[in-house]
Nanobody
Framework: QVQLVESGGGLVQAGGSLRLSCAAS????????MGWYRQVSGKQRELVAD???????NWADSVKGRFTISRDIAKNTVYLQMSSLKPEDTAVYYC???????WGRGNYWGQGTQVTVSS
């Protein structure tokens, strides 16, 4: 069984910073990609950023230049450093990972962490 555990959400003023962490655990053979999505109530979940085993990254245009994604391969952990936060960044942020384990290849989600940016 694979689990993703997130931490680091919270309340911050506009212009502030937050760092999200997501650690994968379980019988993991390899991690193909890890990343972050976000969802506002009533809207579709959208990609914020992800990073692949190759090091390639994908980004939402709305966060380019403000957010940074990084990983610690040894710890099976991905980080999202969010700076210059805006009220429109308010959402539930979900960690996502494509992982090969003893269960086979699977797409996994974290439980979600709330990020609220006040104006």
């Amino acid at each position: 069984q694979v689990q993703l555990v997130e931490s680091g959400g919270g309340l911050v003023q506009a212009g502030g910073s937050l760092r999200l962490s997501c650690a994968a655990s379980g019988s993991i053979f390899s991690i193909n990609s890890m990343g972050w999505y976000r969802q506002v109530s009533g809207k579709q979940r959208e990609l914020v950023a992800d990073i692949h085993s190759s090091g390639d990254t994908n980004w939402a245009d709305s966060v380019k230049g403000r957010f940074t994604i990084s990983r610690d391969i040894a710890k099976n952990t991905v980080y999202l450093q969010m700076s210059s936060l805006k009220p429109e960044d308010t959402a539930v942020y979900y960690c996502n990972a494509l992982i090969t384990s003893d269960w086979g290849r699977g797409n996994y989600w974290g439980q979600g962490t709330q990020v609220t940016v006040s104006s």
